[in-house]
């Protein structure tokens, strides 16, 4: 299975802290994404990085991509209690008629 | 407007009957997706619609059958409700084609499904 495993699986800072999850994959991948899910809503796409990028930013957020250690990683950067959720990233295989496939998730708590 | 539309929000029903939860997108979209959520948050692709046809299918039982009467639609029928299928049911839609996942999805707010 491609199935991406995160780390940690739980996490808890103070606010003004950053906040640091890992996510790591199988195999060979198009792109990797990165969704956040607030507790029972529906998940919101955060940021997308292609398999020949090695970096990306978005506001507070940068995400980095290591295709050769099948991992990636979501800085979320001087956190916010509103950054309490959890977190998934999601592989896309280079492969017609395939669908992302979603890691366990980190569950972020962000306390004032 | 919201973009990724499901109804109903929660779904409460008893073992053996058939329900169906629908699903509308307005943002254009070309492809439609249903996934599968377990109580342990672990969210998995069940199928994908892209322009009315079905492009993935994965080992659902054949009671959950999905109809896509137009691109803009995916509604979800589930026959003979178990208990093992009460989970929370996510619509999403991205602009992807038939050759894979390379854009972002939206999805919907999900549908609590309880078997009871």
């Known amino acids: 299975s491609q199935q991406g495993e995160e780390d940690p699986q739980a996490l808890s800072i103070q606010e003004g802290e950053n906040a640091t999850m890992n996510c790591s994959y199988k195999t060979s991948i198009n792109n990797l994404q990165w969704y956040r899910q607030n507790s029972g809503r529906g998940l919101v796409h955060l940021i997308l990085i292609r398999s020949n990028e090695r970096e990306k930013h978005s506001g507070r957020l940068r995400v980095t991509l290591d295709t050769s250690k099948k991992s990636s990683s979501l800085l979320i950067t001087a956190s916010r209690a509103a950054d309490t959720a959890s977190y998934f990233c999601a592989t896309a295989r280079n492969q017609a008629g395939t669908a992302l496939i979603f890691g366990k998730g980190t569950t972020l708590s962000v306390s004032s | 407007d919201t973009a990724v539309s499901q109804t109903p929000k929660y779904l409460v029903t008893q073992m053996g009957n058939d329900k169906s939860i629908k699903c509308e997108q307005n943002l254009g979209h070309d492809t439609m997706y249903w996934y599968k959520q377990d109580s342990k948050k672990f969210l998995k692709i069940m199928f994908s619609y892209n322009n009315k046809e079905l492009i993935i299918n994965e080992t659902v039982p054949n009671r959950f059958s999905p109809k896509s009467p137009d691109k803009a639609h995916l509604n979800l029928h589930i026959n003979s409700l178990e208990l093992g299928d009460s989970a929370v049911y996510f619509c999403?839609?991205?602009?992807?084609?038939?050759?894979?996942?390379?854009?972002?999805?939206?999805f919907g707010p999900g549908t609590r499904l309880t078997v009871l």
């Open positions: 999403a839609s991205s602009q992807d084609g038939t050759s894979g996942p390379y854009n972002e999805q939206f």
